[in-house]
């Protein structure tokens, strides 16, 4: 079966919505999603979003903080760009009904603090920010005639040239092929321009707060399309992640720090983060969790505390209300308990090479969102600059598309799906092995501290995977694990070659063969 629209946008997070309902006006417009529409990474956002909006604060001094915990890689002029483009990303949110926290007296909006940001300057709905963004998007775009949402439809490739019945090498993407859930057929999908939206790649690690479909599909998809990938080596580790038996991956939002919460030795109750650096709990990210995974391994310990019961227990249920609910049904009460924490895997700070219109190296193809490197983040992402990514690219990305629109030619005639030559898989038990086994190497030797050695050890393990996932795919019906699993382990192996070629500590980086930094900040860049 084959199916064309105008434009095809691959994920229903933010990114791909706030694209959608930008081109749809004039576009028909369809958006698909691997699962459910809200199963993306920005329904579980916690903290908020990243804004201007105060007295007192200014874009310039956004901008350096973006910059400081980029650790000077970062592109000057995108980060200008994104910021200068947040009060107006934040207004548009509101207009569709996201209900903001709103300030006392004369501010408009209550504004959180969070690591890295030398003013308050996140705007949130709570604890639960990207629900909300996530809610009122999807209903705009319900209501929208223009924009088919199509939930339960898993992207396998892009289409090229190379698919099409008269075979050329233009290199341009005219859409993709893609395993709609309910039939168990694959299906083409064809259009003028395609965005990818498709979020990260938290699942290469065996712990990670992001959403069981973080396998980097749009990475991979556009990795195998010959568009350039950078920064993979960039993974971001979130200091504060519930340490739980029962629960895994649950968030402690870093707005908990923001309030006055302390990081604690379990054993003894010392503070410790004033020992690593200066700014304490509010120091950014990768200082934190490198602090916290230094301290466990010193101590031998599970886990360290993450502690806000000196703060008034009715300022915490009213800040922090989901959190509160969901630990209170664990057994701790967090306006008088400490709460276990860990680091894990969060956020992909690498990904697809794009412009600052969200154009990738093949034609007809945009992205915008976790999918991307944009050049925004460097070597470490400023807290809750995330959101505010999705919201501006997904916008630049859907004016470029109609400003230049007559120059994306309509796509040709693509062939459809051969399954002549596959067969059923015999044993699922064969990918959740290999599923495992990537993301718990991946989490032991591409971690938080890293040595060539290991590395090179994921570097072996990954090539033996990487030849047999590839002959699974070749000999088996494809299934939304194989699809997923393929995608992993080529999205683990760019990580493994950048974090490899990278020859110094920079950011989110940190090898103890090359500990110092280097004198210039250069991009790792790998090109198909
Ligand atoms: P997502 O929202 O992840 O959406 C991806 C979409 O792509 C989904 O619809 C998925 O189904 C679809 N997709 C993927 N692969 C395929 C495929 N093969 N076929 C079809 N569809 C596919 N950032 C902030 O700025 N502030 C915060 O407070 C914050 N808190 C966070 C808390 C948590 C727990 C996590 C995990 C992240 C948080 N982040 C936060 C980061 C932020 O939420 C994400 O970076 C952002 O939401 C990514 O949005 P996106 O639109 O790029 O992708
Ligand atoms: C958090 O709430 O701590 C997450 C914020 C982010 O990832 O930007």
Not at 249 to 267: K, M
Not at 376 to 405: K, Q
């Amino acid at each position: 079966m084959s199916h064309d629209y105008d434009v095809l946008i691959v994920g229903s997070g933010a990114a791909g919505l706030t694209a959608a309902l930008n081109l749809a006006t004039a576009k028909r417009v369809a958006v698909i999603a691997k699962g459910r529409l809200d199963e993306g990474a920005t329904g579980w956002a916690q903290g908020g979003i990243a804004a201007v909006l105060e007295e007192g604060d200014s874009f310039d001094a956004h901008v350096r903080d973006t910059m400081i915990a980029g650790a000077g890689l970062n592109d000057l002029a995108v980060v200008e760009h994104v910021v200068e483009g947040a009060p107006r990303a934040i207004e548009r949110l509101a207009e569709l009904g996201v209900p903001f926290n709103t300030g006392d007296g004369e501010d408009r909006w209550h504004l959180t603090r969070e690591g890295g940001h030398s003013h308050r300057r996140i705007v949130h709905v709570a604890d639960a920010t990207g629900w909300a963004v996530q809610q009122a998007l999807e209903k705009a775009a319900v209501a929208h005639p223009n924009i088919t949402l199509i939930p339960d439809m898993v992207a396998i490739d892009l289409v090229t040239g190379r698919h099409a019945i008269e075979f050329s090498t233009s290199g341009a993407v005219h859409g993709l092929y893609a395993l709609n859930r309910a039939t168990d057929r694959v299906e083409t999908i064809t259009a003028r321009a395609t965005v990818l939206a498709t979020g990260g790649a938290g699942r290469t690690y065996l712990y990670s707060t992001a959403p069981r479909g973080a396998t980097g599909d749009g990475i991979a998809m556009a990795w195998r399309a010959g568009c350039r990938i950078s920064n993979m080596e960039f993974m971001q580790f979130h200091p504060t992640c519930l340490y739980n038996l029962e629960v895994k991956n649950f968030l402690i939002t870093e707005a908990v720090r923001g309030e006055g919460g302390r990081l604690l030795i379990p054993t003894t109750g010392e503070r410790f983060m004033p020992r690593f650096d200066e700014r304490g709990e509010l120091a950014p990210r990768d200082i934190v969790a490198r602090a916290i995974d230094h301290e466990i391994k010193r101590l031998g310990l599970d886990f360290v505390h993450l502690d806000i019961s000196h703060r008034e227990p009715e300022f915490v249920r009213e800040h922090f209300p989901n959190i509160y609910e969901k630990l209170l049904g664990l057994g701790i009460d967090i306006t008088t308990d400490p709460i276990p924490v860990v680091p894990a895997q969060h956020y992909t700070c690498g990904g697809v090479v794009v412009d600052m219109d969200g154009k990738t190296d093949a034609p007809g193809l945009y992205a915008a969102g976790e999918v991307t490197q944009s050049g925004l983040h460097g070597a470490n992402r400023l807290a809750s600059n995330s959101l505010l990514e999705c919201l501006v690219f997904g916008e630049a990305a859907a004016h470029h598309i109609d400003a230049h629109w007559d120059s994306l030619g309509p796509p040709p005639a693509i062939r459809p799906w051969d399954e002549s030559r596959v067969t059923d898989l015999d044993e699922e038990v064969v990918i959740q092995q290999s599923w495992g086994e990537i993301r718990r190497f991946m989490w032991n030797f591409v971690g938080i501290v890293r040595t060539t050695k290991r590395l090179e050890r994921a570097a072996n393990r990954i090539d033996l995977l990487k030849r047999e996932v590839n002959g699974y795919y070749r000999d088996f019906r494809v299934t939304p694990n194989l699809i997923e699993l393929r995608n992993l382990v080529e999205v683990a192996d760019l990580i493994i070659r950048s974090a490899l070629s990278r020859h110094e500590s920079r950011g989110l980086h940190y090898t103890l063969d090359y500990p110092e930094l280097a004198a210039e900040a250069v991009d790792t860049v790998l090109v198909p």
